[in-house]
Nanobody, 122 residues
Framework: QVQLVESGGGLVQAGGSLRLSCAASGRTFSSYAMGWFRQAPGKEREFAASISESGGNTYYADSVKGRFTISRDNAKFTVYLQMNSLKPEDTAVYYC???????????????WGQGTQVTVSS
């Protein structure tokens, strides 16, 4: 069992930056690929970024590629999402998830956090 707690969300102006963190419980953190997903109001949850167990491989949705960077610190049981050049359309609840493969497919992920709100004003 892995528990995930996101933090770092907030209100930011367009063009600004935020860094999200996701702290995991348990010593098995390094055994999981980690992902960030987001859900905007009235829309389905969508994939944003994923990182492999070691951190050596990453994968991004086209909508965030070049602006967002996913990273992890296995010693601190934490995964990060650095978000730069934010746009109003990035407004969403952001969720981190732990799964068994580097993937954009939700079913790959077994454990989910409660989410953190990111609001980008124009």
């Amino acid at each position: 069992q892995v528990q995930l707690v996101e933090s770092g969300g907030g209100l930011v102006q367009a063009g600004g930056s935020l860094r999200l963190s996701c702290a995991a419980s348990g010593r098995t953190f390094s055994s999981y690929a980690m992902g960030w997903f987001r859900q905007a109001p009235g829309k389905e949850r969508e994939f944003a970024a994923s990182i492999s167990e070691s951190g050596g491989n990453t994968y991004y949705a086209d909508s965030v590629k070049g602006r967002f960077t996913i990273s992890r610190d296995n010693a601190k049981f934490t995964v990060y999402l650095q978000m730069n050049s934010l746009k109003p359309e990035d407004t969403a609840v952001y969720y981190c998830a732990a799964g068994w493969a580097l993937s954009d497919y939700e079913k790959t992920y077994d454990y989910w956090g409660q989410g953190t709100q990111v609001t980008v004003s124009s």
